[in-house]
């Protein structure tokens, strides 16, 4: 009985003479020793039957067939039907495939029992020798028939198949002049079984001039009825998996048409490689255009390109002459059929990327809007700018060596001293010295020190610098002609810095007291507390009063008329003064200025008012002691009354002030203890209690206060809320202030916060009650914000994050930020960073048109109100675009008008920005910086710390679509 082979190895080969026995010695090669080679001839009329004959003749495991197809599909299936292997493998007479190949794909099958095919990776040959990179799917390992009803995903002779299979399925078909193979793994795939990836170039496939491939008008309607019968039942397959009975899910991957495009897009771009244009852009008008595509069409640009014009990676941009033309006309076209030019010129600029990181700019290399060169980093020339070239790509070179490689944005010439300037970013000055002795002129190395921009400068006109000036004065001419008026805007309050007079009591008070009604007492919240300190007062008539701390009399004006006498006192001459003129038509009223801390008290008091100032004191120890003459200040049987707020630092686990300081917890008890007073009643509120004491008597017996809770019913202004931690804080901001210092820390992105909104944007925006959490977790924990130009600061200077900082950043400038977000902030002692799109403000979101109604954006108005309550605004560019597929004049333009009507508005300087979609590439942190820019927030997800480039710094970005607990881990993540 004849021996049945592991694997049948079957070849066609045509007219093969010149490559066929390196594909059959590599058969010779293998290290697993069991297989068969079925050559089929097919009509050779060359020496490709000697060929064959010689190899039969030498090794037994050689057999020959001859054929008259002229088809390497029919040519195939005549190897088919004399197969005797368990394993079948498709050799083309012009490939090879490495010696480990049947021992390494027959060892996975071994591993996986119930594999029905192995594959690996492969690399093109090209006629010169030269290899291109190693490819693989591995999307075909996990779902092989979606993969294989969309595209070709592997090389014919990167498989090994099982054969009896592959008679079921009729072999391959020969209607199909090219794409047959991929017809059949697409049958073999619809069975659903398992397909094993070796992850390894072991196939070569040796690009022809000659190949089928090269025919893109019969590849496209070839691949039309294969992708066709992918999104269809196919009857030739007699047991498909029910999941692929009825062809491709959608749901899986790309419908029908964007295969097809795909497939077109790779033949156009072939095509354009060998100096032909076969293919209508029209056939490409299914391709997605959007901004993520970008780069994954490049690819597929670049590898029709390497196969079409018979380069490798590292040769295409040498060879741009050749087919640049043609490329870039595709290219333009490409992006009227999506009716988005700046789509195209995104692709355009991907694959210009693509083509110069492979060279080694031998030469200047001239794209089309891309001009690759060497530069000589110690002795550079200035450089003209080509017509429609508008970014560089260069290598700074020192002593034959490639010192770094830099991209830009350009708009004209490059001086000398701007490559200088380049040059110093990445070499110290001593290296850059010129080598020709100590007289050497080095001054064009000294004036470059300075960072280059438009500001101070004459520029030569035509160079880059002068073009940008150009920029920035049409830009400055826009700002002037707008409607919006420019309003000088006041500096957000800040906390006083400590001086030495702030050791002077009185000094301190008069200062406070400076801005009338500095405590907004007629604010309902502290209307209410009034009225509560009232309704405490003792029964009866009350003869002397004495009120310590009277401020601007709003609440002696009640109590005068509780009282026969008054007392009002203020530590303040400011204050008393307006507390007199307030309370001019109460005669039983005498004001006086007194320190009660300092000074004698009044005696023989009936009731004695004190709120809302012994947290003021320097201790506890001050505060026994003015409360021992209080007591000594009343009547036996007079009350003592005091409101205070409770305060973290009393008790950290309750609702509380965040202040510095003691509170009524540590006041009330205080007093308490003070021998004389007892606490008779008590009114408390979750954010202030109201006590009411009296001196006792000698025969006095104290009794069981009377302890209110009563609810806040009044509205609870901005200034007070942002003092407040509801529930208790984890951490005090001093306190890890004090004792944390770290690298890193969150800056958080955030983009609208609304309840309602079309559901594909719900990622972009959180529900006001999930922003509120949010906050309120950050101030429990005890997080301060601060601005991007502070964390820039801190990197420029090597400076440690203090305690937990944290940036809050929006993007877009949305009004329901105004509307829901920015009183959240403030209520929760946070502020913000907002990127405005400057062209659009007061207008709608135009770019998510396509999601539903567009959200209402901030107009300069609103923008100016919250810049002055202490909000702060950046650039998010002018008009929202994508700014890899703007041109370069465009990108500074709208980095320039963005900043200065940002300023114009805000009435401060605009230092930062976020790109539009969080897109970048290579030209935008150095061309934002000539704008004006010193931090820049771009595609880079995760913590800043102190080592990153403060002009393309990370963001974490908190999405709608998550829990709280997300957003904690996030945060607690950067603390780690």
């Known amino acids: 009985m004849a021996h049945n082979p592991l694997v049948s190895i079957v070849v066609p080969a045509h007219n093969a003479e010149a490559t066929l026995a390196r594909a059959l010695d590599c058969l010779l090669d293998q290290e697993i020793l069991d297989w068969e080679a079925i050559v089929v001839d097919d009509a050779s009329t060359d020496r490709t039957p000697a060929i064959i004959a010689g190899y039969v003749e030498r090794d037994a495991r050689f057999r020959t067939l001859s054929s008259c197809v002229h088809s390497a599909a029919g040519a195939r299936n005549s190897g088919i039907s004399t197969a005797r292997g368990h394993w079948l493998m498709f050799l083309d007479a012009d490939d090879w495939v490495d010696a480990s190949f049947l021992a390494k794909m027959l060892a996975a099958l071994k591993s996986a029992p119930d594999a029905v095919a192995a594959y690996c990776g492969s690399r093109r040959v090209m006629p010169d020798g030269e290899l291109a990179p190693s490819s693989i799917s591995t999307e075909v390992a996990i779902q092989p028939f979606e993969t294989f009803a969309r595209r070709c995903a592997i090389r014919t002779h990167a498989l090994l198949v099982d054969r009896e299979t592959i008679d079921e399925l009729g072999g391959f078909d020969v209607s199909l002049r090219t794409c047959e193979e991929w017809d059949l793994w697409q049958r073999l795939a619809r069975l659903g079984k398992r397909w094993v990836m070796i992850d390894e170039p072991l196939a070569f496939h040796r690009v022809s001039p000659n190949s089928l491939s090269r025919n893109s008008t019969r590849m496209l309607a070839d691949a039309e009825i294969v992708i066709a019968r992918g999104f269809s039942p196919d009857p030739?397959?007699?047991?498909?998996?029910?999941?692929?009975?009825?062809?491709?899910?959608?749901?899986n991957g790309c419908p029908a048409s964007e295969a097809l495009a795909w497939f077109a897009l790779w033949n156009a771009a072939s095509d354009c490689g060998r100096g032909a244009r076969s293919i209508d852009p029209q056939s490409l008008r299914a391709l997605p255009a959007g901004r993520k595509w970008a780069g994954e069409i490049a690819k597929v640009v670049f590898d029709g390109l390497m196969a079409g014009s018979l380069s490798a990676p590292a040769q295409l941009a040498a060879r741009w002459d050749r087919f640049g033309g043609s490329l870039t006309e595709l290219i333009v076209e490409l992006g009227k059929v999506w009716n988005d030019p700046e789509a195209g010129r995104r692709v355009q600029y991907h694959l210009e990327q693509m083509l110069l990181d492979f060279d080694d700019l031998a030469a200047p290399r001239r794209l089309a809007r891309t001009l690759g060169i060497r530069v000589d980093a110690r002795n550079p020339a200035s450089t003209e700018l080509p017509e429609g070239i508008d970014r560089i790509y260069a290598y700074l070179m020192m002593d034959g060596q490639i010192e770094a490689r830099v991209q830009f944005g350009a708009l004209g010439k490059v001086t000398k001293r701007h490559w200088i300037e380049l040059a110093l970013n990445f070499v110290p000055p001593e290296r850059l010295a010129p080598q020709t002795g100590a007289g050497a002129d080095k001054s064009d190395m000294f004036a470059a020190k300075a960072p280059l921009s438009i500001a101070g400068r004459r520029p030569d006109r035509d160079s880059h610098f002068g073009k940008l000036a150009r920029l920035a004065a049409e830009a400055r001419r826009l700002v002037r002609s707008s409607a919006e008026p420019a309003e000088g805007l006041a500096a957000p309050r800040r906390a006083r810095a400590a001086d030495g007079h702030d050791n002077d009591r009185t000094s301190f008070w008069n200062r406070r007291f400076a801005t009338e009604d500095p405590w907004n007492y007629r604010s309902p919240y502290e209307q209410e507390k009034y009225e509560r300190q009232l309704e405490i007062l003792p029964a009866g008539p009350i003869g002397r009063a004495l009120e310590l701390a009277c401020a601007e009399g709003h609440f002696t004006q009640h109590l005068a008329a509780r009282v026969g006498r008054l007392t009002a006192t203020d530590i303040s001459d400011v204050a008393v003064g307006r507390a007199r003129a307030r309370c001019s038509g109460r005669p039983n009223v005498e004001f006086g200025v007194l320190d009660f801390s300092a000074d004698t008290l009044p005696g023989e008091m009936d009731l004695i008012v004190c709120s809302e100032v012994l947290y003021y004191l320097d201790d506890l120890a001050e505060l026994q002691r003015i409360a021992k003459k209080i007591v000594a200040a009343l009547t036996p049987g007079g009350s003592f009354v005091s409101a205070h707020a409770f305060v973290l630092r009393d008790n950290v686990e309750r609702t509380g002030f965040d202040w510095n300081t003691f509170g009524a917890q540590a006041i009330s008890e205080t007093l308490a203890a003070t021998e004389g007073l007892v606490l008779e009643q008590s009114i408390q509120t979750e954010l202030y209690r109201i006590d009411r004491f009296r001196r006792l008597s000698p025969d006095d017996v104290a009794t069981e206060p009377v302890i209110d809770h009563v609810p806040i019913r009044a509205p609870i202004g901005i200034g007070v809320a942002r003092n407040i931690v509801w529930g208790g804080a984890r951490a005090l901001r001093r306190d890890v202030a004090r004792s944390e210092r770290r690298q890193r820390m969150p800056v958080l992105m955030y983009h609208g916060v609304a309840d309602d909104g079309p559901a594909s944007l719900a990622r972009f925006r959180l529900t006001p009650a999930a922003f509120g959490s949010q906050m309120a977790w950050l101030r429990a924990n005890g997080f301060h914000a601060i601005t991007s130009e502070q964390l820039g600061w801190s990197i420029a200077n090597r400076q440690l994050f203090a305690g937990r900082p944290v940036l809050i950043t929006f993007d877009d400038?949305?009004?329901?930020?105004?509307?829901?977000?920015?009183?959240?902030?403030?209520?929760?002692?946070?502020?913000?960073?907002?990127?405005?799109?400057?062209?659009?403000?007061?207008?709608?979101?135009?770019?998510?048109?396509?999601?539903?109604?567009?959200?209402?954006?901030?107009?300069?108005?609103?923008?100016?109100?919250?810049?002055?309550?202490?909000?702060?605004?950046?650039?998010?560019?002018?008009?929202?675009?994508?700014?890899?597929?703007?041109?370069?004049?465009?990108?500074?333009?709208?980095?320039?008008?963005?900043?200065?009507?940002v300023e114009r508005w805000t009435g401060r300087p605009t230092t930062a920005f976020a790109a539009p979609f969080s897109v970048t590439d290579r030209r935008l942190g150095r061309l934002a910086k000539e704008c004006g820019y010193r931090i820049g927030f771009g595609g880079k997800h995760g913590p800043a710390d102190l080592d990153c480039d403060p002009i393309d710094l990370p963001r974490i970005e908190i999405r709608g679509d998550r829990s709280l607990d997300d957003f904690v881990a996030r945060v607690e993540a950067v603390l780690e």
Do not use: C
């Open 236 to 251: 030739r397959v007699k047991h498909p998996a029910s999941a692929h009975a009825n062809g491709a899910i959608e749901a």
């Open 813 to 901: 400038g949305f009004q329901n930020f105004a509307d829901y977000a920015w009183p959240i902030l403030r209520a929760n002692d946070m502020t913000a960073e907002v990127f405005l799109v400057t062209d659009l403000v007061g207008e709608s979101a135009q770019w998510d048109v396509d999601s539903g109604p567009p959200t209402q954006l901030m107009d300069a108005g609103t923008v100016r109100r919250l810049a002055g309550e202490g909000a702060f605004f950046g650039s998010h560019l002018a008009t929202h675009r994508a700014i890899d597929g703007l041109s370069s004049s465009d990108l500074a333009a709208e980095l320039l008008r963005s900043r200065m009507f």
